[in-house]
């Protein structure tokens, strides 16, 4: 009986560990990319537009929203 006990505690903890970590977000949607960069659709970092203050910063103006959600730092 103390070994059901003990081996239910165990799957338990497992269980708890398991949807603590799927629930956790993956480094790369993290950003980490630097300055005016940000992750595309696959992942990747690419440059510009998505940082508002960059480019109020650097151009003197804001960025354009170009649609689809997507903003966009002319120079």
Not at 51 to 65: D, S
């Amino acid at each position: 009986m103390k070994l059901m006990k003990s081996l239910r505690t165990v799957l338990l903890g497992v269980a708890i560990a398991a949807v603590t970590l799927s629930s956790v977000a993956p480094a790369f949607a993290l950003g980490g990319c630097g300055r005016n960069y940000h992750r595309n659709a696959y992942g990747r970092c690419v440059w510009g537009g998505q940082n508002q203050n960059w480019c109020l910063r650097v151009t003197g103006h804001r960025a354009a929203y170009v649609g689809h959600g997507v903003w966009r730092c002319f120079r």
